[in-house]
T-cell receptor, first 115, second 112 residues
Framework: DTAVSQTPKYLVTQMGNDKSIKCEQN?????MYWYKQDSKKFLKIMFS???????INETVPNRFSPKSPDKAHLNLHINSLELGDSAVYFC??????????????FGNGTRLTVT | SQQGEEDPQALSIQEGENATMNCSYK?????LQWYRQNSGRGLVHLIL?????REKHSGRLRVTLDTSKKSSSLLITASRAADTASYFC????????????FGEGTQLTVNP
């Protein structure tokens, strides 16, 4: 039983295209996140949603738009893809959005390659 | 600059040896967490240690926290080839609503 699942696992697309990554968690958590991991494995938070409401929005280009139809789903839509968007994107969830007293559960990532 | 910084960046040992990874951070924390990432996979939570704790164990893992030095260490005893992975520390903020900040990770290779 996959706790946090994201699709697709690989995404290869051309510059200028629009693409979406989907994420679902079956842990009953209220909080979901999108992280970006670059080629040096540095993980940077992009967005955080708590019970469908945006609570963290880092300095991310507005070409990136998260959407949370319900608290079990957090999708990421990217418009006008650029070469620099190539990275691995991770979805995660947790029970506690505040002081992070509970661990994050990560999906297996979506490797996005923009050509 | 990053909140959590791991040291060393890469570590290569033989099976059966112990592996120690260190993490330093800059601001006050509520807790510190360690995660493992196998190649091509997501991060997996290993241990969470709170700011009022000094040491925590889980199986072959031992984590220490020294808030006066703003540092933590992760010790893996009797390492196995399957322990080969990247290990990340992450600091949980004191302020509610802030961010969990990850370091750049230590790549551990355990040679059979």
């Amino acid at each position: 039983d996959t706790a946090v699942s994201q699709t697709p696992k690989y995404l290869v697309t051309q510059m200028g295209n629009d693409k979406s990554i989907k994420c679902e968690q079956n842990l009953g958590h209220d909080t979901m996140y999108w992280y970006k991991q670059d080629s040096k494995k540095f993980l940077k938070i992009m967005f955080s949603y708590n019970n469908k409401e945006l609570i963290i929005n880092e300095t991310v280009p507005n070409r990136f738009s998260p959407k949370s139809p319900d608290k079990a789903h957090l999708n990421l839509h990217i418009n006008s893809l650029e070469l620099g968007d190539s990275a691995v994107y991770f979805c995660a969830s947790s029970q506690d959005p505040g002081t992070y007293n509970s661990p994050l559960h990560f999906g297996n990532g979506t490797r996005l390659t923009v050509t | 600059s990053q909140q959590g910084e791991e040291d060393p960046q890469a570590l290569s040992i033989q099976e059966g040896e112990n592996a120690t990874m260190n993490c330093s951070y800059k601001t006050s924390i509520n807790n510190l967490q360690w995660y493992r990432q196998n190649s091509g996979r997501g991060l997996v939570h290993l241990i969470l240690i709170r700011s009022n704790e000094r040491e925590k164990h889980s199986g072959r893992l031992r984590v220490t926290l020294d808030t006066s030095k703003k540092s933590s260490s992760l010790l893996i005893t009797a390492s196995r080839a399957a322990d080969t992975a990247s290990y990340f520390c992450a600091t949980g903020p004191e302020t509610s609503g802030s961010r969990l900040t990850f370091g750049e990770g230590t790549q551990l290779t355990v040679n059979p």
